[in-house]
């Protein structure tokens, strides 16, 4: 698919459109070659956004604590996108149905924006269209993105990875299963919140909590929260924006951008160099089968061949380019 902009659409993004923000979104979710330079096209100096990550089981209460954290933002006059990750649905561009419901009561409000991104589409999986997706919000000028993603799968903690701060949130009634939570949820926690306070079994599944944190490598706040109520959300609210302001004051906050984009940029620049990779071993692999299929070579021997004679291609290549 082969969407293109022109001078217009940049203008439109950067008079701040928010159709050109979604045609561009769509354009990176497609893998469009034309979204590289249509980013190249929006670059722009020192737009910087604070990225909340929020996590955890599905049904935990994620979409609807989100949509209060971007209540009280934009209360607050920042302009807010959020962006709902749900690599177990189809739908991609509008919210899902369930999130449209969740989302009501801020949705149509000016300086909001709101993404769902899906399975579908998506080439080369969601963990690596987010950062692309990510740098378009930060240019279009938003100063708060919330993602929110399913923690149960390693594409999701990837995911969460690529933010400022995460926010994992359970539910009570989980029980002694608390254990069963995914172990690296815990260390990416910043923020732990348990939802559904107004059932039965908040105040333990907190201590549960309290007491396997206690094991990590720093102190994290957990807080409990009744997210349909807005009961507890300015106190996770206020927890952000000060590991927000210890991570400025310490350094931290640029540690992570780095890592961040660095991790963003190896996986771009590998997935060009596989590509490429892939094309080149298809071509030549006629030659070696006959080798590998009879037993007379293998795989290893094989591939590290395959992989040595593409290098040295490539660094003639070079070298003659120079
Ligand atoms: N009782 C109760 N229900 C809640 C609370 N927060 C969310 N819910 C409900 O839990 C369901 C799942 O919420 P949702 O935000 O979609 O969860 P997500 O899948 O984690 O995004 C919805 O029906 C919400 O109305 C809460 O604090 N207490
Ligand atoms: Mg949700």
Redesign the pocket.
Known sequence: MHTHFNDEHISAFLRGDMRALARAISMVEAGDVQAEHLLAALTREGQRARLIGIT????????????KLAEVLLDRGERVALLLIDPSSPFTGGAIL??RI?MHAISGRPRLYIRSLGSRGSLGGLSRAVPPVVQLLERFGFDTIII?T?GTGQAETDVVETVDSVVV?TVPGLGDDIQAMKAGIFEIADVFVV?????EGAEHAMRQIEEALKFGPREVPVFA?????G?GVAAVLNALDEHYQTMLADGELTRRRERRLRKALHAYAASIVSGHLATWVEARLPRHWPDIESGRSDIYTCGRRLAEEFQAKDVKNHVRED
């Open positions: 955890g089981p599905p049904g935990a209460g994620k979409s609807t604590l989100t949509a369930g999130d969740r929110e399913v949130v939802n559904k306070a107004d059932r929260t009744i997210a349909t109520a009961v």
